[in-house]
């Protein structure tokens, strides 16, 4: 297959996974570990993380309807304290930005697709820390109004980049995000440990991605 473009999840993949961050406050609370993660699925588009990530929350708000979740599902926690915890998680992963670079310098288009949130200030925080920069094209859950697994989020990215999704690889720690992915006919690569994840790329592209 002739792919195009190389799409890339930010959160677990460009930068330190935030569930890192979601796993430590989940054991200082003493919760069930993936708590947080079956609350936010188990919700669905009704719930409080959905909703912030495609924009029809602020953070205040969110963090009063996400405690409000977690009560019926009979657990208190602090939604600050869980969002403390989580960009306690977030630094960037300089060999995945090279990664992007030797792409890019290849002639291949490369897009990051990421479910975000607006900052309390109304930024959004990748692109406060300039990730936008680095790549061709920048789709945000919180802008676009639609958040992954959505199949139409994932045609958004492929329209901008100009490609048919078959023509795309696309890379996510989250297996549903993948799942979704791979039936609209992309590529996929789930990334645990970044070298293990820019190993099968360099396969699929036939190129080194690391020096």
């Given at each position: 297959?002739?792919?195009r473009?190389v ?26 570990a ?22 029809k ?27 403390g ?37 109304g ?27 959505d ?23 989250i ?37």
């Amino acid at each position: 297959m002739n792919h195009r473009a190389v799409i890339f999840d930010l959160g677990g993949v460009i930068v330190d996974s935030p569930m890192e961050g979601i796993a430590r406050y989940e054991r200082e609370l003493g919760l069930e570990a993936g708590f947080v993660n079956r609350l936010i699925v188990g919700t669905g588009d009704a719930g409080a993380w959905t909703r912030l990530e495609q924009g029809k929350l602020d953070l205040p708000t969110f963090c009063d309807a996400c405690e409000a979740d977690a009560a019926t599902a009979g657990v208190t926690l602090s939604a600050r304290d869980l969002f403390g915890a989580m960009g306690e998680s977030g630094g960037v992963r300089p060999i995945m930005l090279e990664a992007v670079r030797r792409i890019r310098e290849r002639g291949l288009a490369v897009a990051a697709l990421t479910n975000n949130w607006k900052s309390d200030d109304g930024g959004l925080g990748a692109k406060g820390i300039g990730l936008d920069r680095h790549f061709d094209v920048f789709v945000e859950s919180s802008v676009v109004g639609l958040s992954k697994p959505d199949p139409r989020i994932y045609t958004y990215a492929c329209a901008e980049l100009g490609i048919e999704s078959r023509e795309a690889i696309f890379l996510d720690d989250i297996g549903r995000n993948l799942k979704a992915a791979r039936q609209l006919g992309m590529a996929t690569i789930k990334v645990a440990d970044p070298h293990q994840a820019l190993g099968e790329l360099e396969e699929l592209l036939g190129f080194s991605l690391r020096g």
